[in-house]
């Protein structure tokens, strides 16, 4: 793709990175038919060769353009569908970003919105505010219909179940049953450990009898992906910073073999630390390190190898829904349900697995309309399968497919756990 940038702009590094990635589109289109947001909506502006082209005139109208771009940039769900179909190997994940970041700057959102949006932020990303903020919408669900248009959706996705509390703060170490094969970091997240703790729960008990050493060492802790994607990335970078510092400190005292994360939207988010963090001189070799130390549950698993096939797992009927994070994020694909049907679950083929459930972080709370029309999408293809389970990896993908659908929808984790002596998941609506 042709640009325009000025000299000025190309002597500044991000915007020669921008440049870079911007001449590697070759307008193909074959992104267009894989973005959700354009097959709901029909509009150029809201497919992925559209926002590259959006972008590019706000970088060089230098910002001017900005009214015009925001809100098709806030429509993207950043589930990288576009990337992982692009013959070019565009980045758009750092084009979007980078785009997002000047947006939060630039654009004048009304009052409510901006407020809104930073409460959102801060709320989820805390769990010490969001358990209780969950207690209280337990009783204000109800009354959902009667909330103002931004309140509304929130409170409607609220559990009508606060699971018993089960933060893990502070530092643990969980210690691996028979012979220590690995020492491992789980990161505890934030918004996950409120909702379901019980997927935190599983993951050490299966790393431990798989001869791992879990030690957890920032409790309470956010990786900083949400507000990130809310383009407020000296915040995000904030909290890669002191994630990084506690796993460092870990690693230079008893060694660690790998960073482990269960909620794929944190994984994507932390194995890009190094990028994050490119220009700081202090932190971007540790980022790096993080970040090529960090991998999904589900690599472990494999990695270290499952035992022979529990009981339980057998016959039991289940459906993947890959979260996007994973499948287009970290490039992981069928493994997921590769270790599942090890574990003795019957996988059943699911329809459009490509396709974006809607919830992407905070996506269904801030653009709920078009999070509801692609929770039906997906629950359509999901909800008269025979099966007893819906399994993903992550938690906003959880909670978007189970407001609205009977069959219990899990954790992947959750069910190898069960396979290999743990209890079976909950139901949690
Ligand atoms: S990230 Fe997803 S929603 Fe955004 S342009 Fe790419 S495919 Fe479309
Ligand atoms: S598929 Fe890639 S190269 Fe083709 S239009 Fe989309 S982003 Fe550009």
Known sequence: MQTNFSLDQLARPDLKEMETILRKCVHCGFCLPACPTYSILGDERDSPRGRIYLIKDLIESEGASVDAVAPHIDKCLSCLACTTVCPSGVDY??????????????????????????????????????????????????FAGLASRRFAPALGMAPRRVAAKQILTGRHVYLAEGVKRQRVALLAGCAQQVLRPSIN???????????????????????????????????????????????????????????????SGCGSHV???????????????????????????????????????????????????????????????????????QAGFVMMPV??????????????????????????????????????????GNIGCQRQLQSGLETPVVHMIELLDWALGGSKPPLIK
């Not at 009304?110 to 769990?127: A, E, H, M, N, V």
């Not at 698993?301 to 994020?329: F, M, Q, S, W």
């Open 271 to 341: 194995k890009d630390f190094g990028h994050l963090l490119k220009d700081d001189d202090e932190w971007r070799a540790p980022a790096m390190r993080v970040a090529s130390l960090t991998k999904d549950v589900s690599e472990i698993i494999d990695e270290l190898g499952l035992p022979k096939r529990g009981a339980v797992g057998d016959g039991v009927r289940v459906a993947y829904h890959a979260p996007c994070t994973l499948l287009h994020g970290q490039k992981i694909d069928t493994l997921p349900e590769r270790l599942l049907e």
């Open 93 to 142: 994940r750092h084009y979007v970003d980078y785009a997002r970041k000047q947006i939060e700057g630039l654009y004048r959102r009304p009052l409510g919105d901006k407020i809104f949006r930073k409460l959102l932020g801060r709320l989820i990303s805390s769990p010490g505010l969001f358990r209780p903020a969950l207690l209280w919408a337990r009783y204000l669900k109800p």
């Open 201 to 263: 729960q599983s993951t050490i008990r299966v790393l431990n009898r798989l001869g791992c050493d879990v030690v957890v060492v920032y409790g309470e802790g956010c990786c900083g992906a949400l507000v990130h994607h809310l383009g407020e990335e000296s915040a995000s970078r904030d909290r890669a910073r002191a994630l990084i510092k506690a796993w460092e400190q870990e690693q230079n005292q008893e060694g660690l073999d790998a960073i482990i994360v269960n909620t």
């Open 351 to 392: 329809k459009e697995k490509h396709f974006c459930c809607g919830s992407a972080g905070i996506y269904n709370l801030v653009q709920p309309e078009i999070a509801d029309m692609l929770k039906e999408r997906r629950q359509q293809t999901l909800q008269d399968m025979p099966v007893e389970f819906v399994a993903t």
